[in-house]
């Protein structure tokens, strides 16, 4: 089994910054994939980004590129989030993924096994 738990969701003004950390025990992390979904009140859950064992492959979301940025530090073994220019739209609760089958493409939750309980995130305009 794998734990994650997120942390770093808060409120934020319209253009603010927050960074999101996912912590991971269990398992070593440098294993897997990881990823980070958002899921909005009565919306589905939605991919928000992924990365790569090492870091060298990161992957977004349309409605996120260009202003988060997904990193990880094996080390440690938490993966982050960096999300710069937030938007009303992007509040929701944010969820960290591992990602156990590779059969899919890597935005389609269904590849990811196991999740955190997630963290809120509330952008204010």
């Known amino acids: 089994q794998m734990q994650l738990v997120e942390s770093g969701g808060g409120l934020v003004q319209a253009g603010g910054s927050l960074r999101l950390s996912c912590a991971a025990s269990g398992r070593t992390l440098s294993r897997y994939y990881m990823g980070w979904f958002r899921q909005a009140p009565e919306k589905e859950r939605e991919f928000v980004a992924a990365?790569?064992?090492?870091?060298?492959?990161?992957y977004y979301g349309d409605s996120v590129k260009g202003r988060f940025t997904i990193s990880r530090d094996n080390a440690k073994n938490t993966v982050y989030l960096q999300m710069n220019s937030l938007k009303p739209e992007d509040t929701a609760v944010y969820y960290c993924?591992?990602?156990?089958?590779?059969?899919?493409?890597?935005?389609?939750?269904?590849?990811?096994?196991?999740w955190g309980q997630g963290t809120q995130v509330t952008v204010s305009s």
């Open positions: 993924a591992t990602r156990t089958l590779y059969s899919g493409p890597v935005s389609d939750r269904g590849q990811y096994n196991y």
């Open positions: 990365i790569s064992w090492a870091g060298g492959n990161t």
